[in-house]
């Protein structure tokens, strides 16, 4: 497995690919809490567009994968999201992105195929494999495997952080989502069983290693099965 990677604002850059991953946007999310009649001003858009432009500016990579779940609701579009992902797009440059089919994203080819963008299932570059990881992958041979999906956080002291897990004997990582409206799903009492992800079930979360962002710094924790019962 390769370890050259770095991790930042819930993305992760490859520099031997020159390309940016994240993962779980839910663009519309805001819509439907509006819809809910939840109006605390959210401001979705503007958030995810800031984010990206730090991503830019730090790694300013040849290509970001949108690593599935870009929408949140799965039977409609809300009026606002195709204009927000213009922007998305606009903000990244159009050569760079490439979309990644998420369990969400049922209504996707509806808003790209107009833009000129397919959306894929996976995305294989060399020896690394990119899919949002609701299916399971028979077979599984690279050198590295990047899915989102579960929305990855942990508790520490009584506050929730988003984290990246880490398998490095199964060649695995897990993105948090970059959606600033989704909190994430804590692991500190989680069985793999527990897990959406297929791939994920079938390892034990004891041996996953944990990094959390916080503070604009990258903390690397061992494998979460040496350290959760003192959090």
Same mark, same amino acid.
């Given at each position: 497995m390769?370890e050259?990677?770095?991790?930042?604002?819930?993305?992760?850059?490859?520099?031997?690919?020159?390309?940016?991953?994240?993962?779980?946007?839910h663009?519309?999310?805001e819509? /439907?809490l509006h819809?809910?009649?939840? =109006?605390?001003?959210?401001?979705?858009e503007?958030i995810?567009?800031d984010k990206?432009?730090?991503?830019?500016?730090?790694?300013?990579? !040849? &290509?970001i994968?949108f690593?599935?779940d870009?929408?949140?609701?799965? @039977? &409609?579009?809300p009026?606002?999201? %195709?204009k927000?992902?213009?922007?998305? +797009?606009?903000?990244?440059?159009?050569?760079?992105?490439? #979309?990644?089919? $998420?369990s =969400?994203d049922?209504?996707?080819?509806?808003?790209?195929?107009d833009?000129?963008y397919?959306?894929?299932?996976?995305?294989?570059?060399?020896?690394? /494999?990119? &899919?949002? $990881?609701e299916?399971?992958? @028979?077979?599984?041979?690279c050198? #590295?495997? +990047?899915?989102? =999906?579960? =929305?990855p956080?942990i508790?520490i002291? $009584?506050?929730?952080?988003k984290? &990246?897990?880490?398998?490095?004997? @199964?060649?695995?990582?897990?993105?948090?989502?970059?959606? %600033?409206?989704?909190?994430?799903?804590? +692991? *500190?009492?989680?069985?793999?069983?527990?897990?959406?992800?297929?791939?994920?079930?079938?390892?034990?979360? *004891?041996?996953?290693?944990?990094?959390?962002?916080a503070e !604009?710094e990258?903390?690397?924790? %061992?494998?979460? $099965?040496?350290?959760?019962?003192?959090?």
């Amino acid at each position: 497995m390769s370890e050259n990677f770095e991790l930042y604002n819930q993305s992760v850059y490859f520099p031997d690919l020159d390309i940016c991953v994240l993962s779980d946007l839910h663009l519309g999310l805001e819509d /439907v809490l509006h819809n809910q009649r939840i =109006h605390f001003p959210f401001n979705e858009e503007e958030i995810i567009i800031d984010k990206l432009k730090k991503i830019l500016r730090r790694f300013n990579p !040849n &290509y970001i994968f949108f690593n599935g779940d870009v929408l949140h609701s799965f @039977e &409609y579009i809300p009026d606002s999201v %195709p204009k927000k992902i213009d922007r998305i +797009i606009s903000a990244c440059g159009e050569d760079r992105c490439k #979309f990644i089919n $998420g369990s =969400h994203d049922t209504m996707l080819p509806y808003i790209l195929q107009d833009r000129g963008y397919d959306v894929h299932d996976k995305l294989t570059i060399k020896d690394f /494999v990119f &899919y949002h $990881g609701e299916k399971k992958v @028979e077979n599984r041979k690279c050198d #590295f495997t +990047i899915i989102g =999906h579960d =929305h990855p956080s942990i508790d520490i002291l $009584g506050q929730k952080f988003k984290c &990246y897990l880490l398998s490095p004997e @199964e060649k695995l990582m897990v993105l948090p989502a970059f959606s %600033p409206l989704c909190e994430g799903t804590s +692991i *500190n009492e989680m069985q793999s069983e527990d897990f959406m992800s297929p791939i994920l079930k079938e390892i034990n979360i *004891n041996d996953f290693k944990v990094f959390v962002e916080a503070e !604009n710094e990258i903390f690397e924790f %061992p494998k979460l $099965g040496s350290f959760k019962d003192k959090l």
